[in-house]
């Protein structure tokens, strides 16, 4: 039968480093209030020359490498963001002649922070059912040229930063599922009652006789709004729900789990989430601290840098669960 291994990580993390001290120029804000709340220390953005599709060239020329393929061996690719280049075509479209490919299908993935929790979902289920072999699987964003830097934009616009990172997915046959490293389950969701309480309006179809006008500008229709309690509790429930499923379904104990790689929306979160289920700190890896909140990046750019510190070793068993807007969450249980 054949299973899916992930056999190459790869990120990227734009040079541009924003410290909460940088931030607190720019609005009412601190130092001590964005730690106390969320853990972030410092985000990356990028220079205004550069796209999401060229933070995920970076990303995926790493895990090419890094998976030790000659890149024409992809032979589909998935891309998860929420801040494509253009509105159409998706950005898998702009990055596969930047790959330097042409052909393979690219397909983009429009779940946000669970993005590329579902891309690793569809990646298995293309390779468990023989329709492709090796596939590029990359979580990219840009948030700093979508943020209201202003007070008003405070609560999100600490949040978020820049990044990308990418996996490489290839067919696999598992001879022993308790050793061989493959993607033993995905598991998705989505609430959209939710969808409002998390978003971005404008541009939109739904807002009458145009997309986005001056009035909408002028209503801060085109920044994120965000209910931060109702996500912060939302995200606690559904990622400790989520997680146990994944044990339930292999039959699993939480404690045999080796590493966890939740989403990086929020320190606290994170914490919360292993408060609940009783897991050991020094069994969550994050790396909200540098990087923010990168959205559909935080999974691989956690995967890469969990990875190069040793923390993350083939044959172990790690779990992964995100939460994010829609809402959508869900969970994954591999072997390493
Ligand atoms: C956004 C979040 C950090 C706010 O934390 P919180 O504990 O709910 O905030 P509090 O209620 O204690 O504080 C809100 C106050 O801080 C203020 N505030 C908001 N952002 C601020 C900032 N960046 N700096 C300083 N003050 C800020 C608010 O204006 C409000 O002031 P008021 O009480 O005078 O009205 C928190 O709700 C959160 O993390 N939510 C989830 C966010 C998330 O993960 N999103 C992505 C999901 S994928």
Redesign the pocket.
């Known amino acids: 039968m054949w299973n899916t291994e992930i056999i190459g990580t790869g990120m990227f993390a734009p040079p541009g480093v924003v410290t909460n001290n940088d931030l607190s120029t720019m609005m ?3 130092h001590d ?2 730690v106390q ?2 853990g972030i220390e410092e985000r990356r953005w990028v220079a205004p020359e550069v796209t999401t599709t060229d933070l995920a060239l970076e990303a995926s020329l790493a895990a090419i490498k890094n998976a030790g393929i000659d890149k024409k061996e992809i032979d589909c690719i998935l891309f998860a963001t929420l801040s494509p280049d253009h509105e159409f075509p998706g950005n898998g479209c702009f990055l596969q002649p930047k790959l330097g490919l042409t052909d393979i299908p690219a397909i983009d993935v429009r779940q946000q ?1 669970s993005g590329f929790l579902y891309g690793m979902s569809i990646a298995d289920a293309f390779i468990r059912s023989g329709q492709y072999k090796t596939i590029l699987l990359v979580g990219a964003e840009i948030h700093s040229k979508g943020l209201d830097k202003s007070t008003r934009g ?2 999100t616009a ?2 978020f930063g820049d990044g990308a990172g990418a996996i490489i997915l290839r067919r696999k046959e598992v001879k022993d599922p308790s050793k061989d490293s493959h993607i033993m389950s995905t598991h998705l969701f989505a609430e959209g009652a939710g969808a409002r309480e ?1 978003w971005i309006e404008g541009p939109g179809m739904n807002l009458g006789a145009e997309r986005m006008n001056h009035q909408m500008i002028e209503e801060n229709k085109q920044f994120p709004y ?1 209910n ?2 109702k ?2 509790m939302n ?1 606690i429930r559904r990622m400790c729900e989520a997680t146990l499923l994944a044990c339930e379904t292999n039959k699993v104990k939480l404690e045999n789990i080796e590493l966890f790689l939740f989403h990086q ?2 320190m ?2 994170s914490q919360m989430v292993a408060q609940e289920l009783k897991i050991p700190e020094e069994k969550v890896f994050s790396t909200i601290q540098k990087y923010g ?1 990168t959205t559909a990046a935080t999974l691989p750019i956690g995967m890469s840098e969990a990875v190069e510190a040793g923390r993350l070793k083939k044959g172990m068993l790690v779990a992964s669960a995100v ?3 829609g809402f959508t969450w869900g969970s994954s249980l591999y072997r390493w």
Do not use: H, Q
């Open positions: 009412e804000t601190s209030w964005i709340r969320s922070c405070r609560d600490v949040l998390l965000m931060g309690k996500v912060f995200a929306a929020n606290r979160i909140n939460f994010g807007s």
